[in-house]
Nanobody
Framework: QVQVVESGGGLVQAGGSLRLSCAAS????????MGWYRQAPGKQRELVAG???????TYPESVKGRFTTARDNAKNTVYLQMNSLKPEDTAVYYC?????????????WGQGTQVTVSS
């Protein structure tokens, strides 16, 4: 009932920037939180940014100071601004949307968008 679509990935040189977008649509009554995750080959999926409905954000140490997330509640969209990109940032980036549905929180995931950082 809820669709999640990421966009904005691509190839960028080290030190460059990319801006990812995540749009949620469908039967949405209330979004509790949204988050960005990434998974590189041979590595586990990791959280890179999270944002609550109140605007609170969280980042792991590996991206703090370089990545920034923001949301547009009216558009049910979250953004991930990635600056000073490093080759180790190369991964498939996924968006997760946590929706309050019938009194429960349900997570919906996008299909992912590839980010490749060259050296």
């Amino acid at each position: 009932q809820v669709q999640v679509v990421e966009s904005g990935g691509g190839l960028v040189q080290a030190g460059g920037s990319l801006r990812l977008s995540c749009a949620a649509s469908g039967s949405i009554f209330s979004i509790s939180s949204m988050g960005w995750y990434r998974q590189a080959p041979g590595k586990q999926r990791e959280l890179v940014a999270g944002i609550t409905s109140a605007g609170g954000t969280t980042y792991p140490e590996s991206v703090k100071g370089r990545f920034t997330t923001a949301r547009d509640n009216a558009k049910n969209t979250v953004y991930l601004q990635m600056n000073s990109l490093k080759p180790e940032d190369t991964a498939v980036y996924y968006c997760a949307v946590n929706v309050v549905d019938r009194g429960s929180v349900i997570s919906y995931w996008g299909q992912g968008t590839q980010v490749t950082v060259s050296s």
